[in-house]
C-alpha cells in the first residue's frame, strides 16, 4: 500500500466525511418521517469491501448506528457469498436486530460501489421508521416477550437486483405498516442518499485514483488503532470494576444488572461484561453487535482525538457472555435496545472515572423516554405520534453538564415542539428545564426537563418506555446522582404513574387530558461542598437550583435577596465536612 503525504490524507479525509455529510443531509431533507427529518434518527457511512469495517461516517447521524453497521454490511457480505455474489446495481434492505441491527425500527440499506469491475467499498444507510407493525403504533413495546411483538423482521433482501427495482419487496413492507406513506417516502430518501453517496465516490476515484484513495482509508484506519493504542498505554494497567442498574424489563419488575470489569494491560483493554444479567423476558435485551458498538460510542465520548472508524476497537477484547441480555438471539425481544446501550455507556464512564478522572464524565441522564400516542382523527385517518426527549449531561472535570441535551448515544436533536404539534392533535403545555435534577458536584449535572402534552383529538392510546425511574444517574469522582424519571398521566379519577415506574402500555387518554414526562438531569462531577459559592448563588438566579437545594447538598446558604451569605456558608461547610 502506497504512502501517502499529510496534505494528500488531509483532504482526502475531508473529501470522504464529507460524502458521508452530504448523504446524511440528503436523507434529512427528504424524509417524511419526524424522527428522521427532525431529530436526525439516522446515519451514513462508508466501509471496507471485505470485511465491513467502518472507514468514514458521517457528523450529523448516530454514532450507535455507524458503530453496529460494520455488522450490517458484513452480514450483507456473507449473504451475498452464500448466494449469487454482489453485482454492480444492487441495493439490500434490512432491519434484522439480531444480524448486524439494533431493533426492528431501525431499516438498513447497502450499497456496493464497483471500481474497475470489483467491489471499492460500501455505501449504508440507516433510519428510524416511523411505524413498522407489531403490537403498539411507533414500535416501543414495553411488553413485548418476542420479537414478533416488536413488528416485521427483514433478513437481507435484494431491493435493487442488478439495478431492477423490485416492488414485490416494497409492497410487503407497506402491508405491514400502519403509515405506509411515511414508509415509502423514508426508504425512497434512503435510496437518494445512497446514489448521491456513488455519484460522489465514483468522482472522487476518477479524480485521484482507486490506489490513492483506497491507501487513505487504510491509512485512517490505522491512525485510530495507533492513537487508541497510545490512549491506552497512558492509563494505569489493572482492573476496576462498574455496574448499574435497569429498572425492570417491562415483564418482570425487578433490576437487571450491567456490570462491566475493566482491563489496561500496557495498550490493550479488555472489556468483560461476564457478571452482567442474562437474557430476559421482556425487550431490554441487546445483541452482542450493538454492545460492541456502544461501547465505540463510550470510548469515543472519552477519546474525542482518536479518529471515528473501526481503528478504534482494534485494540480492545470484548468479554460477552452468550447467555446474558447483551447477547441475545431471535426471537428474544429487542425493542428498547436504547435503554440497555445508554446503561453499557454509563457503566464506561464510571469504570474509567475511576483509573482517569480527567477525561471522564458522569453519567447523563440514560434513558431516550420513546413516547407513543396513536389514535385516529375526526376523519377516520389514522395518527401515530412517536418521539424521544432529551434529559441533562454528566458533569465533567471542565464544567457542568449541557442542560436538556439529547442522548449521549447520537447527535441528533430533539424534535421542536412547533413540529410535533403541526403533525399531531397535541398541545404542550409545557416545556421547561427542570429545577434541582442536575446531578450536585464541583461541577453541576445538566438539567433534565419537563414536558406536559395534551390531548386534543377526542381518544388516544398511549405507551412509554423509559428508564432510571429507580436507578437516578450516577456522579462521578464523588459526584452525586441527578433526580431520577417521573411520569405522570391524567385518567377522570386524577393523576397517575406506571406500576413499573417507566414503562406501560394500553393508557387511554381521553380529549383534554395530559401526560407529564420529568426527565433525569445528569451526574454531578467532584464533590459538591468545592463548588464554587458564587456559581450555586447563579445557579439559584436561573433558577437552575433551589435555596433549600443549595443548603442541602452544596452547603451554600443564599439569602432571601439572592445574595451570597459568606459566613453562614462558611460555617455550614466546615461543620458538614
Known amino acids: 500500500m502506497m504512502a501517502l503525504d499529510p496534505i494528500t490524507m488531509a483532504i482526502l479525509k475531508g473529501r470522504l466525511e464529507q460524502i458521508a455529510d452530504e448523504m446524511d443531509a440528503t436523507l434529512f431533507r427528504s424524509a417524511f418521517n419526524p424522527i428522521i427529518a427532525e431529530a436526525h434518527d439516522a446515519s451514513h457511512g462508508i466501509y471496507e469491501a471485505g470485511t465491513g469495517d467502518t472507514l468514514v461516517q458521517g457528523k450529523s447521524g448516530l454514532p ?234 463510550a470510548l469515543k465520548h472519552i477519546f474525542g482525538e482518536v479518529p471515528a472508524n473501526a481503528g478504534v476497537l482494534e485494540p480492545v477484547r470484548f468479554i460477552i457472555d452468550e447467555a446474558s441480555l447483551l447477547s441475545v438471539r431471535a426471537p428474544k425481544p429487542v425493542g428498547g435496545y436504547t435503554e440497555t446501550i445508554l446503561r453499557l455507556i454509563d457503566v464506561v464512564f464510571q469504570a474509567v472515572a475511576q483509573i482517569a478522572p480527567e477525561p471522564a464524565m458522569a453519567c447523563a441522564y440514560g434513558t431516550i423516554n420513546a413516547l407513543s400516542l396513536a389514535g385516529h382523527r375526526a376523519n377516520g385517518q389514522r395518527w ?90 450516577p456522579g462521578v469522582v464523588g459526584g452525586s446522582t441527578g433526580a431520577p424519571n417521573v411520569f405522570y398521566y391524567e385518567q377522570d379519577d386524577g393523576e397517575h404513574t406506571p406500576p413499573m415506574v417507566s414503562k406501560m402500555v394500553g393508557i387511554h387518554l381521553e380529549r383534554g387530558q395530559k401526560l407529564r414526562l420529568e426527565t433525569p438531569g445528569g451526574g454531578g462531577y467532584g464533590a459538591p461542598f468545592s463548588r464554587d459559592p458564587e456559581q450555586v448563588v447563579r445557579d439559584v438566579a436561573q433558577g437552575f437550583v433551589s435555596t433549600g437545594v443549595a443548603l442541602r447538598d452544596f452547603g451554600v446558604v443564599v439569602t432571601a435577596d439572592g445574595r451570597l451569605d459568606i459566613d453562614a456558608t462558611r460555617t455550614c461547610r466546615e461543620t458538614r465536612a
Open 64 to 297: 450507535i448506528f455507524v458503530g453496529v453497521m460494520a455488522f450490517a454490511v458484513k452480514a450483507v457480505i456473507d449473504k451475498a457469498a452464500r448466494r449469487d455474489g454482489v453485482a454492480e446495481g444492487d441495493v439490500w434492505i434490512f432491519n434484522d436486530p439480531y444480524d448486524g441491527g439494533t431493533h426492528l425500527s431501525d431499516f438498513r440499506l447497502v450499497k456496493p460501489v464497483f471500481s474497475k469491475g470489483e467491489v471499492f467499498c460500501w455505501l449504508a444507510s440507516v433510519g428510524h421508521w416511523h411505524d413498522v407493525g407489531g403490537n403498539v403504533p411507533g414500535n416501543y413495546n414495553p411488553a413485548a416477550t418476542e420479537s414478533f411483538q416488536e413488528g416485521m423482521l427483514i433478513p437481507p433482501v435484494k431491493l435493487y437486483d442488478r439495478g431492477v427495482f423490485r416492488q414485490d419487496v416494497v409492497d410487503i413492507l407497506s402491508a405491514n405498516s400502519r403509515l405506509p406513506l411515511s414508509l415509502y417516502g423514508d426508504m425512497n430518501g434512503q435510496i437518494n442518499a445512497l446514489d448521491l453517496g456513488e455519484r460522489r465516490m465514483r468522482a472522487l476515484l476518477a479524480e485521484y485514483g482507486d490506489d490513492t484513495v483506497a491507501a487513505c482509508l487504510a491509512g485512517l484506519k490505522s491512525r485510530a488503532a495507533q492513537m487508541m493504542c497510545t490512549q491506552i498505554a497512558g492509563l494505569p494497567s489493572g482492573t476496576v470494576s462498574a455496574e448499574d442498574f435497569l429498572d425492570n424489563d417491562g415483564i418482570v419488575d425487578a433490576p437487571l444488572k450491567i456490570a462491566l470489569d475493566l482491563t489496561i494491560d500496557g495498550d490493550r483493554m479488555v472489556m468483560d461484561f461476564s457478571r452482567s444479567s442474562p437474557a430476559c423476558a421482556g425487550p431490554v435485551n441487546i445483541s452482542r453487535s450493538t454492545t460492541i458498538a456502544a461501547c465505540y460510542v
Open 384 to 473: 401515530v405520534m412517536f418521539s424521544f426527549f432529551g434529559g441533562g449531561h454528566g458533569a465533567h472535570g471542565a464544567g457542568d453538564g449541557l442542560n436538556h441535551g439529547n442522548a449521549p448515544i447520537s447527535t441528533a436533536t430533539i424534535p421542536p415542539l412547533e413540529i410535533l404539534e403541526a403533525a399531531y392533535p397535541v398541545r404542550f403545555t409545557q416545556w421547561a428545564l427542570r429545577p434541582d435534577s442536575g446531578g450536585p458536584g464541583t461541577f453541576r449535572g445538566g438539567l433534565g426537563a419537563i414536558y406536559e402534552i395534551e390531548l386534543l383529538e377526542k381518544q388516544a392510546d398511549v405507551f412509554l418506555f423509559g428508564e432510571r425511574g429507580k436507578f437516578a444517574p
